[in-house]
């Protein structure tokens, strides 16, 4: 089984930028092509924020970018808004990432 | 619009399964296959498994065969997750998702709203 670990919290200014990372345990190259993030807020059900890597939904602010490099996907928030308090989940098949909660100070 | 509707919050015994649905609506319902994903309290989320309706075929993760059943009605456009021999530990929030494509891969554009069960006596 296939683990995503991410860090457990980030934090920044607001109109800062964070990154959140995204590490993968399974070796091969290709799971990693499948990855997608998820935003989630207090009480509320997971919200597709990027998907094939790097692509956003319509509707997603372009301040959410992301990348891979070999087993290690990466989410970046530019511009922290207030409204991008959440956390944060990768996803490639068959599991979520750790989760990473985005503090805006 | 699309949309995935799901029961309403369920309060089982210790031992007693639980069934959960979700209602598609907006689209053809077997042309997309479902996730089922939970998320206990304060805790992350996680894969169930995966249900095909068009081909009624299931992945479950290993942590729950055995005890997990999805299943789909095309003519209620609504797929199934019943969890049996329910502990505390199955206290949680529980998401459908529904899977769409890109060319080598999928994600999950659609969600319910969640469907909390508690498990207590």
């Known amino acids: 089984q296939s683990t995503l670990t991410q860090p457990r919290s980030v934090s920044g200014s607001h109109g800062q930028a964070v990154t959140i990372s995204c590490v993968g345990s399974n070796p091969y190259d290709e799971f990693y092509t499948y990855v997608s993030w998820y935003q989630q807020h207090p009480g509320t059900a997971p919200r597709l924020i990027i998907f094939?890597?790097?692509k956003r939904p319509s509707g997603v602010p372009p301040r959410f970018s992301a990348s891979r490099s070999g087993t290690t996907a990466s989410l970046t928030i530019s511009g922290l808004q207030l409204e991008d308090e959440a956390d944060y989940y990768c996803c490639a098949p068959g599991v979520f990432g750790t989760g990473t909660t985005v503090t805006v100070l | 619009q699309i949309q995935l509707l799901q029961s309403g919050a369920e309060v089982v015994k210790p031992g007693a399964s639980v069934k959960v649905s979700c209602k598609a609506s907006g689209y053809t319902f077997n042309t997309h296959s479902f996730i089922w994903v939970r998320q206990a309290p304060g805790q992350g989320l996680e894969w169930m498994g995966w249900?095909?309706?068009?081909?009624?075929?299931?992945v479950y993760t290993q942590k729950f065969q055995g005890r997990v059943s999805m299943t789909t009605d095309a003519s209620a456009a609504t797929t199934y997750l019943e969890l049996t021999g329910l502990t505390s530990d199955d206290t949680a929030v529980y998401f459908c998702?529904?899977?769409?494509?890109?060319?080598?891969?999928?994600?999950?554009?659609?969600w319910g709203q969640g469907t909390r069960v508690t498990v207590s006596s």
């Open positions: 094939d890597v790097d």
């Open positions: 998702a529904r899977e769409n494509y890109f060319a080598s891969g999928s994600y999950f554009d659609y």
């Open positions: 249900v095909n309706p068009y081909k009624q075929s299931t």
